[in-house]
């Protein structure tokens, strides 16, 4: 360690590297419910403590207290984390799946009744009219249905959600808003 | 990453490192900038034509005071390092509870000479100022200096420099302003001491912790 400190950095790799397998085996210890991903996090955690706190080590004092009191605080801060994220976890066994329901898989959403669907465009203002058949019937996107019209996007924007939403009430959707 | 990856990079990214002094010496070099601090408004004062009736008034509190500086920063400065004794955490507590005895005898001799314990007869905004802003310069003073350790138990460190810190910025108060009985000075005092220490101590939790040191390394 003193080599470390002086900056012998093979020094300080062959240290970390000897104490590592002894940290794994006090983590592993005292937190076995964790997993191998969680453990080897957890060592990381302390390695990285120690490498921060280099110069707190007093190189007249034995090595191993200095080391492992700076795993016992460790720990104890990943056993607070632990309990808060899991404290707001809720632990669900039997998520159900939309994609798994019989009706999902059942129905068919078809296009609908098209004359219907063209009669109600028609009727629609002339801006929105213009706003759907660019935006929605010929694909354009904002930026070219811009250039073609010279309306603004946002105006385009807001001519389309009006237009959706009367055609919604033309034809006796429900809405998303409803 | 792999470990084995991460202990490389630690090694690339170090340095020769010098090791902190003890945390006595530390706490030597704050007090010495909080002593500078407590001459240079007390000076101020005095040269501004002010009485300094309240120095040497009342030898025991305000000794108490400078003890409870000095132990409350040597254990702040002890709490950043690792598998230093923790018993001298403690140990600011005797020469606190010395102010407090001494304040509430204060008190006592109060209603025994003058009658009456004195509620209410002053108003100490000036100390509350004086001692908000002197103590939350010398508290960030010491939190600065904190911050080069390991942050073990940050509230407790944070906590501790608050107490040496207010130590200094009351007894600056007293000296530099005397009051009629010692309620005031248990009362305005104390009261400002606890909220500004409470707050402050919440503030440094955050200022002195690990993830401020590993996201350097990061």
Redesign the interface.
């Known amino acids: 360690m003193r080599a470390a400190q002086a900056g012998d950095a093979d020094a300080y790799r062959a240290l970390l590297t000897a104490v590592t397998p002894r940290i794994r085996r006090i983590v592993r210890a005292r937190r076995g419910f964790l997993d191998v991903a969680d453990t080897e996090d957890l060592v990381q955690d302390v390695l990285l403590s120690v490498h921060s706190v280099l110069a707190t080590y007093d190189p007249s004092r034995p090595f191993m207290p200095w080391l492992l009191a700076i795993v016992r605080n460790r720990l104890a801060d990943a056993a607070r984390r632990y309990g808060r994220k899991h404290a707001h976890e809720l632990q669900v066994d039997d998520l159900q799946v939309t994609f798994g329901e019989t009706v999902t898989n059942t129905l068919y959403e078809g296009p609908g009744d098209l004359e219907a669907l063209s009669h109600a465009i028609r009727a629609l203002p002339a801006g929105q009219r213009q706003a759907i058949e660019l935006l929605k019937l010929q694909e354009m996107s904002l930026k070219e249905a811009s250039v073609a019209t010279g309306t603004s996007v946002s105006a385009l924007k807001v001519a389309t959600h009006r237009a959706i939403v009367s055609l919604r009430r033309i034809l006796g959707v429900a809405s998303d808003e409803d | ?1 792999k ?2 990856d ?3 990079r ?11 002094a ?1 945390p006595w010496r530390r706490a030597a070099g704050w007090l010495a900038c909080a002593a500078a601090y407590l001459c240079g408004v007390v000076l101020f004062a005095w040269a501004r034509g002010r009485s300094l009736d309240g120095a040497g008034a009342n030898i025991l509190q305000q000794g108490a005071l400078i003890v409870t500086a000095a132990s409350a920063s040597v254990a702040a400065f002890a709490s ?4 230093a004794d923790r018993r001298v955490l403690g140990v600011p507590l005797v020469p606190g509870m010395l102010v407090m005895a001494s304040l509430l005898w204060g008190c006592i001799v109060d209603v025994r000479l003058q009658g009456t314990l004195g509620i209410g007869r002053e108003t100490d905004w000036p100390c509350v100022a004086s001692i908000s802003l002197g103590g939350t310069l010398l508290w960030a003073l010491g939190v600065a200096m904190l911050r ?3 942050p ?1 138990t940050p509230l407790i460190s944070s906590l501790l420099a608050g107490v040496a810190a207010f130590s200094v910025a009351n007894l600056e108060a007293c000296v530099s302003r005397s009051h009629a009985f010692t309620i005031t000075v248990l009362l305005w005092h104390g009261v400002t001491t606890a909220l500004v220490v409470a707050v402050l101590a919440y503030v440094g939790r955050g200022l002195i912790a ?1 993830r401020t ?2 996201t ?2 990061k």
């Open positions: 990453m470990t084995e991460l202990i490389e630690l090694g690339n990214d170090l340095g020769p490192v010098k090791p902190l003890a950043v390092v690792p598998a080069r350790g390991a073990l690990w040191l590993e350097r390394l």
